[in-house]
Every structure is written in structure tokens, then in C-alpha cells.
């Protein structure tokens, strides 16, 4: 029976993590047009244009953590200041 119950809280324990993900990944929303977004352009492989829009960064992309020089080249922006 203990065996039982020790598989039961790892079962629980599992869907929790997985509800867990998935409210965290609910939260990273693109605010904007994905167009110019460095994480657009890292998938396009267009790592020549990222380095131009990150020369000076004064912006991190709350999603996926890149600098940007412009709050337009992220999805979900702050700024490093």
C-alpha cells in the first residue's frame, strides 16, 4: 500500500509541474507586431540584423531574456534602467 501512495504523490506532484508550465508559458504574450523581434529573426537565422538592433541595449525581453536597442525589437519589453 505505501508503494501506492508514493506513486500517487509523484503522480500529483507531476501534474502540478505541468500546470505549472503552462500558466507560466500563458504569460509570455508578444505585445505587438512579432515582425523586427529579435526572437523572430533568431529563428530566421538573421544574426547579422540581431547584432545591428542590439548594439547598444537598452532593453530585455521579459520572455526570452534579449537585449535589444528599441522596446520594438522584443516582445514583452522592460528596460534595463
Known sequence: MPDILSRMYCFKAEIITCIEKEISMAEHVCKGDH????????????????????????????????????????????PLD
Not at 529579435?38 to 547584432?51: N, P, T, W
Not at 537598452?58 to 519589453?77: E, M, T, W
Open 35 to 78: 515582425k523586427g523581434h529579435l526572437c523572430l529573426l533568431a529563428s530566421q537565422d538573421k544574426f547579422e540584423e540581431i547584432k545591428k538592433l542590439a548594439k547598444s541595449p537598452k532593453y530585455i525581453c521579459f520572455n526570452c531574456g534579449r537585449l535589444a536597442d528599441s522596446d520594438k525589437n522584443v516582445c514583452n519589453p522592460m
